[in-house]
């Protein structure tokens, strides 16, 4: 199974890069994995709505532009469907058993995804109704893709 990681914004601190190199490496041996990110935009200290939208539109464009053609897209967003870590398990397999080869997951910016990029996925995921930095978004949606492919294997994994 390939897997695409389109997110917006780059890695700035050793800590997140060290724990998403790792979980590569042992991801390596289950999926073809590819991390794309996408320019954010920069934010004034106290941006008006309008310009919230902009930036969310600029930056949903980038992505837009990225979506592999032939991935079946599941974009985070808080207002997605909650899933535990068995059923986003049984979810990523039962794409694969229904001819899904590709899944992207799209991580936004500061602000989220833009309407056109949620609108453009098949699926929205919620990982909480908390916020988390978009940097350590990554790691903890590659964490769990690792216990994903640990579950559908029939590998132990913690819990």
Excluded: C, W
Aim: proline share 3%; aromatic share 8%; charged share 30%.
């Amino acid at each position: 199974m390939n897997i695409t990681i389109l997110s917006v914004g780059k890695i700035k601190e050793p800590f997140y890069r060290d724990a998403i190199e790792e979980l590569k490496k042992r991801l390596s041996r289950y999926i073809k994995l590819q991390i794309v990110e996408v320019s954010d935009e920069k934010t004034p200290e106290s941006a008006s709505e309008k310009e919230k939208e902009a930036i969310l539109n600029k930056e949903g464009e980038r992505l837009l532009k990225r979506f592999p053609k032939d991935a079946y897209v599941i974009a985070l967003a808080i207002e997605g469907r909650q899933l535990d870590s068995v059923q986003f398990s049984k979810t990523i397999q039962s794409l694969g058993v229904g001819g899904v080869s590709h899944i992207a997951f799209v991580i936004g910016g500061s602000f989220g995804l833009s309407k056109k990029v949620l609108g453009s996925a098949d699926m929205l995921l919620s990982f909480s109704k908390m916020t988390f930095p978009h940097q350590l978004m990554r790691v903890i949606l590659l964490e769990q893709v690792y216990r994903s492919m640990r579950m559908i294997h029939n590998e132990p994994y913690h819990k």
